[in-house]
Each structure stands twice: as structure tokens, then as C-alpha cells.
């Protein structure tokens, strides 16, 4: 612990010496707030600039944003974010002026070109920014499946994000599996993101400000995941009037309701769905029961300033899944949720230091129980993680930031697994077994992180993170270091190399998963490790359009897969294998963010290869989710005022499966009929048939009632592409015959919106 807070005090003190250096005398600064004019919701990554000069700056996750260092004289500040009208302001600042401006912004209905190119190419030239996509909320509500917009969804479009099948929301990023993603909602950790075991995401698209993606090379701020970051932002609220939204869709409804409370504001949303009123309108045969299935989720903040420097708010989340089957001499129920409570405090000491501590209390939970035939099974998992987060942000001057902060998080996991066999427990053949780990454990964490632009093309941004783990009395530091070299006004060159550590594990299924078991890594087993190196070109070929290059090689150390064989034991060693693995690709993403047709393309090229002693023999072999070409399309064209219309296609090569060599027969003592088995081939050593898939959608904006509101269409699989969503071998009969379980058929549905 000592040496963790000696990395984060150590780090400060070069910062400032830096900055004492880098400051000029009689300089004065802005800071501010950039704001929605009509609602007072914060904006995130609006352009912040001088005219006519080279400063100017992005506002941060709260939408702050601080310019220092600058000579005292008259200027035009000019603000700008894509929909919404540019602002100007002269403004006169004094020798050592700290003038703070909240600025309120007039959104457009007319989406088009309003940031200045030039200010956007000097705050590029001195950011890194590697492997960072913000896909607009606006563009995820149009991408749906079964009318239900999705965030996940949305992301597999992305290239270097694969998913196990086109039903499936995790997401695979560049090599890594979904444990190895940070979920973050207001700053805390979310467990299970996905709602109808992996179909859709926990997150309501109409609760959400921002989403941040970053695929890899993450700044040191971040820790605890291998792989990718996922920083959601809710709503803070309206803060000048009451409003709400409603919608009904062919899987669930959804609501939401806002308003402004004192000096702040107040949003709830929920969403759930009808599946039980959609059961009872349908004759139930007694012989083929319709299982009894929901879900619902709820989101709620209020959001309070406490003067002109501080800013409070609370946040809470849940959700949660609940599966109940009775057939066929089975009795089965399961509930999977969150729940997660947070507090959000900011405070401004100056113009050029920014503060957030980030209070929260994360509950993740999945029980399992059931009885087939007196054969009856109990799995219970829960991770309650209590953690704190101080986070600074030093504004130093146009060439030099800071960000350095502590982090804490008490973990307490538990993991139940109980069989009990037909009629004895000891009988041999029989599959009881007893697993009982629970686990507490302390996490203490700093970070320091320098951006430092020293001459006008070049930026570097070097970071460490150090992390102590009480229970295994371990110290591992991570270091990051990113650069970037702006080689002409239409061309950049990234690279950045990184170490990143975890030290929790999730046993999965990679297809439909009734049961992810979360555990952290004891004694029995090292923590997982990875390497990232990417090399980044990126480019502007013409007005409005980004064209971007990357290439990625990650190898990773302590990996995990879980062992379906594992019903009892003591520790993690025994539910999981542990190996190594590797992963390399490339990446082309062309986009345009502005304009009546907006929208992307990528193509992926990616290899993902493991190796396990206790697996496929010791041979290297490709995981299941191992996707070779991956081609993804995403349109929108405003058509008029009223309608709006999209589509999205992919195109994957065909995931991987084990294939068989042979079957056999096996007898216990008591048996007088075998059980077919196979003799599996090598692991993932085939691989289906390539999938894609094309789904339309439009969108009709009308009044009703004098309120806003919107009929939604949707074509899900167009051409009805019956892709395979896994293979397996029937050994009924007595010739093995294989059998393909295939995806969703041409699915049309109908959404109404309204505002109100």
C-alpha cells in the first residue's frame, strides 16, 4: 500500500515542477460548463477555442472544460458540438484572471458541419485518443433488433468487436472475451450487462448521455480488465421543465420521466417486458408448458449543484432476469440482476484543477436451483463490490495535463454449487458435489498520467498504475505510454504500448448461458496479464469523413477457460484451466459523423489463438468466438422532415466448433442401455459457414395529441438468412446424425414513440 500511495505522491511532485516551468507569469484562464440551452444537461467533448489561435480544448466526462496559461488581451471564444449552433463571445482577460462562463448551447434540428476544422486539428494534434469511439446515443437508438434499441448491439458493428452469435450482445474485442471489458455506468463497475442471457444490454438507450468505447490502450486511470473500457453516462435530468417519453415495442415497453428539482434535476426511466400477458393470450399446451420469462430494469438520478464549484448526484440501476420452467419432469427457476447505488461529487478548486469522487456499491447476483426427477441442483453467485474513486484533473496549460487519483474496492464474493445424486450422494456414477468459496478481498490502487504536447505535431501521453491485492499480499504496476506525430493536416500517426492486470475471472458458456459465475483469483492462481501494442493511421480523405487504419497484437498470461467438469472443490484452480493466449489484426473504419447520410464501415481482420495444458492436448487452438474476416456496414439518410430511414449489414466468417471422430457407448453397473458419447477432434478445430445479415429500419415523426411522436419500423434478417447459432451431434439414433440450431428468421415489428 505504501508504495502505491508513494507512486501517486512521487508522480504529483514531477507534475509540478513541470507545470512551474511550463506556466508563464501574468497568464490568465476560462473554465467553465458547457451546457444544453434548453434542458441545462452538461455536454461531453464540446469543442472549447480561442479564434485565431492555438488554444483550446475538449470538455471532459462532467462537461467541464479549462483553458490556462493564456496572455492577457481581448479574444472570441467559440464553442461548438455537432447539432448544435456555434457560439461566439469576445471576452477581455486581465494579467492572473480566473474568469469563469458557463456557456448554453441552442441545439438544430439541421444536422451539418459547425465545428471549426481548424480548432479541432490543433486540440487533435495535442491529443492521443488511441483505439477511442463515441458512437451518438442518436445513432444507437436507431440500430434495434425486435424494435429494442441497443447499446451493445450498436458496438458489434464496430470493427475489432465480435460477438459468439447474431443473437448474442458481449462483446469479443480484439481477441478478448467479455469478463476482460470494464462496464462502467456514472463511474461504477457493472457485473451483468446483457438482459435474455446475452441478447440484449441491461442499459435503457433513453436513460443514456454518452457512450465511450476503448478498444484497447486505455489510459492509466483505468485498471482492473484486459481488454476493452466501456464508459456509459446517464442523464442528468431537464432542469427547466418536466417531461417524460413513452414506448411500446415488440419485446418490452419502456418510459422514462425528468424534470428540474431546486438547483438541479431529477430523471427515472424504466423498462420491462410483457411476456407473461403475451402468454396467457396463447393456448398452453400442458404437454410443451411456455416457460414463464421477464425482465426489467430501472434507472434513477438526481443531480444537485451546491454552489458554483461543487456538483452532487446520486445514481442508482437495477436490473434483472427471471427464467421459471416446469416440463418434462423439470422445475427450474433463475434469477440473474444488478443493483448498483453511487454518489458523483465534483468540485472546482480552480480554473485549473478539477475533482471527482465517485462513491459506489455494486451488487451482482445469479441463483439457479431446480429438481429433475428427484435429481436436484442449487448455484448461487454474488459479488458485492464496495469501492471509492478520487480522480484529479490538472489543467497545467495548452501544452501539459495531469490526471492522477486513488482508488479502493472491497470485494466479497460467494460461490455455491450443490448436486445432489438420485438417491445416494456417493453412488458411483452419480454427479453430486458440493463447491463452497467465499472470498473477501481489498483492492488498493493509484494512478498518475502526464499529456504533454512539446512541440506543435507531437503528443505523448505516459501513465502508471499500481495496484496491491490484500489477500494474495501482491503489488503489480502497469504502465502505459501512448504517442502521437501529426505527419500532415489530413494525416496522424498513433502507437501505444501498454501492461494491464485483473485479477477476477467469469466462468461462461460462449453460446446461451443460463448460469456466469464471477470469481477473484486466490492463491491457487496467478492474475491474468496482457500486453497491448497498436500503431494507428488516421485520416481525414475528405470534408465531414474520418478514415482510419489500425494494427493490434495483444498476448495475454494466466488466462482462464472454465472446466465443465469441475462440480466440486475448494478453490478457483479447480473451475477453471488456466493458459496463455494471443491476438493480432487489422482494422479499417470509415465514418461520417455529419451530413443528411451519416454512418460507418469497417472491416476487420483478426486471429485469436490460446493454449492450455489441459486442453486439446497442449496444442495452440483458436477460441470459439474467433471470427477471421468481419465486414460491417451502418446507414442512416435523413429522407425529409418526417422520415428518417437506416440499414445495417455484416458479413462474419463463420465461428469455430469441436467436430467428432468417433462415438461410443457407456454402461454404469446398473444400466442395461448405454449412453451415446463422442470422441471429440481437435478443440475449434472447424468452423461453420460464413453468416451475414442485412436489417432495415424507418423511422415517421408525427404529432399526436400535439406531443412528439414517432412510428417505428423495423426489418430484422430482410432476406431470411437462417444463420447456424451452434452444431452439435444427436446420438438418439443409432446412426450419429449432426443437427444445426439455427438463428432468428425474418423478424418485421412496429414501436410507437411519444414525447410528452
Known amino acids: 500500500m505504501k508504495i502505491i500511495i508513494s507512486i501517486c505522491l512521487f508522480s504529483v511532485l514531477i507534475f509540478y515542477n513541470l507545470s512551474a516551468n511550463l506556466n508563464a507569469p501574468n497568464t490568465a484562464s476560462i473554465a467553465g460548463f458547457v451546457r444544453d440551452e434548453r434542458s441545462k444537461e452538461t455536454l461531453i467533448s464540446a469543442t472549447v477555442m480561442l479564434k485565431d489561435t492555438k488554444l483550446g480544448t475538449r470538455t471532459n466526462k462532467n462537461g467541464f472544460y479549462s483553458i490556462s496559461s493564456i496572455p492577457h488581451g481581448s479574444y472570441t471564444l467559440v464553442v461548438s458540438f455537432l447539432g448544435y449552433e456555434r457560439f461566439e463571445r469576445k471576452i477581455t482577460l486581465k494579467a492572473n484572471e480566473e474568469l469563469r462562463l458557463d456557456i448554453s448551447l441552442k441545439e438544430t434540428a439541421v444536422r451539418k458541419q459547425d465545428v471549426l476544422v481548424e480548432a479541432e486539428r490543433e486540440i487533435e494534434q495535442r491529443q492521443v485518443m488511441i483505439s477511442k469511439v463515441n458512437v451518438p446515443v442518436e445513432t444507437i437508438k436507431e440500430i434495434r433488433i425486435g424494435g429494442e434499441s441497443d447499446v451493445f448491439r450498436s458496438l458489434q458493428y464496430l470493427p475489432g468487436v465480435l460477438t459468439s452469435s447474431q443473437i448474442s450482445s458481449g462483446l469479443f474485442v480484439r481477441g478478448g472475451s467479455p469478463d476482460q471489458n470494464l462496464v462502467l455506468l456514472d463511474g461504477s463497475t457493472v457485473y451483468n450487462p446483457t438482459h435474455l442471457f446475452g441478447f440484449i444490454s441491461t442499459f435503457n438507450t433513453d436513460a443514456i448521455k454518452d457512450v465511450e468505447l476503448i478498444k484497447g490502450g486505455f489510459e492509466a486511470q483505468y485498471g482492473g480488465r484486459l481488454s476493452a473500457v466501456l464508459n456509459i453516462t446517464q442523464k442528468d435530468g431537464d432542469r427547466s421543465q418536466t417531461q417524460g417519453l413513452a414506448s411500446i415495442g415488440a419485446i418490452s415497453s419502456r418510459a422514462t420521466l425528468e424534470g428540474p428539482l431546486g438547483n438541479g434535476s431529477w430523471f427515472i426511466g424504466g423498462r420491462r417486458t410483457y411476456f407473461e400477458l403475451v402468454k396467457s393470450l396463447i393456448d398452453n399446451n400442458p404437454e410443451q408448458p411456455i416457460p414463464d420469462f421477464n425482465f426489467y430494469d430501472v434507472n434513477a438520478k438526481i443531480t444537485q449543484d451546491i454552489g458554483s464549484n461543487d456538483k452532487l448526484s446520486l445514481s442508482g440501476f437495477i436490473s434483472k432476469d427471471n427464467l421459471m420452467v416446469s416440463s418434462f419432469g ?85 460461490f455455491l454449487q450443490n448436486f445432489t445424486g438420485e438417491t445416494d450422494s456417493t453412488q458411483v456414477g452419480s454427479s453430486a458435489g458440493t463447491t463452497n468459496l467465499k472470498v473477501k478481498d481489498y483492492n488498493y490502487s493509484a494512478y498518475a498520467q502526464i499529456n504533454y504536447s512539446p512541440i506543435e505535431l507531437f503528443a505523448i501521453q505516459a501513465g502508471l498504475r499500481g495496484n ?126 455529419v451530413g443528411k447520410l451519416t454512418g460507418w464501415a469497417g472491416y476487420a481482420l483478426g486471429y485469436i489463438r490460446a493454449k492450455f495444458d489441459s486442453i486439446n492436448y497442449g496444442r495452440e487452438f483458436r477460441p470459439k468466438y474467433d471470427r477471421l474476416h468481419d465486414f460491417k456496414v451502418v446507414m442512416q439518410y435523413n429522407l425529409s422532415e418526417k422520415w428518417d430511414i437506416g440499414a445495417t449489414f455484416t458479413f462474419q466468417s463463420g465461428q469455430s466448433y469441436t467436430g467428432a471422430t468417433s462415438r461410443f457407448q457407456s454402461f454404469l453397473p446398473t444400466q442395461t442401455y448405454g449412453r451415446g458419447k463422442i470422441v471429440p477432434s481437435q478443440r475449434y478445430g472447424l468452423r461453420l459457414p460464413p453468416s451475414h445479415q442485412l436489417n432495415l429500419n424507418a423511422t415517421y415523426s408525427f404529432k399526436s395529441f400535439g406531443l412528439d411522436s414517432k412510428l417505428i419500423f423495423d426489418i430484422y434478417n430482410v432476406y431470411n438468412r437462417r444463420d447456424i447459432w451452434f452444431r452439435y451431434y444427436n446420438l438418439q439414433e443409432e446412426e450419429t446424425k449432426v443437427e444445426d440450431v439455427r438463428l432468428i428468421p425474418i423478424l418485421p415489428t412496429i414501436s410507437y414513440e411519444i414525447k410528452f
Open 330 to 414: 423439470i422445475d427450474m427457476d433463475l434469477s440473474i440482476g444488478n443493483r448498483l447505488a453511487s454518489m458523483n461529487w465534483t468540485h472546482i478548486f480552480s480554473n485549473s484543477l478539477f475533482a471527482n469522487l465517485n462513491l459506489s456499491a455494486s451488487h451482482y447476483f445469479n441463483n439457479f436451483d431446480g429438481d429433475q426427477t428427484g435429481y436436484q441442483f442449487l448455484i448461487e453467485n454474488s459479488i458485492t463490490d464496495y469501492s471509492a474513486k478520487l480522480n484529479f484533473e490538472w489543467f497545467t496549460n495548452e501544452k501539459i495535463t495531469h490526471n492522477f487519483g486513488l482508488e479502493i474496492n472491497n470485494y466479497n464474493f460467494q
Open 468 to 593: 496491491y491485492w490484500q489477500m494474495r499480499d501482491i503489488i503489480l504496476i502497469d504502465p502505459r505510454l501512448a504517442l502521437r506525430y501529426t505527419l500532415t493536416d489530413n494525416i496522424a500517426l498513433k502507437a501505444a504500448w501498454g501492461v494491464f492486470s485483473q485479477n477476477l475471472r467469469l466462468a461462461t458458456q460462449p453460446d446461451f448461458s443460463f448460469f456466469d459465475t464471477w470469481l477473484p483469483t486466490d492463491s491457487t492462481v496467478p492474475a491474468s496479464r496482457a500486453i497491448h501494442y497498436i500503431f494507428s493511421v488516421e485520416t481525414k480523405p475528405f470534408q465531414n469523413f474520418d478514415l482510419n487504419f489500425d494494427i493490434y497484437y495483444k498476448k495475454y498470461r494466466n488466462v482462464s477457460e472454465l472446466n465443465h467438469n469441475a462440480l466440486q472443490g475448494s478453490n478457483v484452480r479447480d473451475v477453471f484451466y488456466i493458459g496463455n493466449a494471443y491476438s493480432y489484426g487489422f482494422e479499417v473504419f470509415l465514418q461520417k459523423r
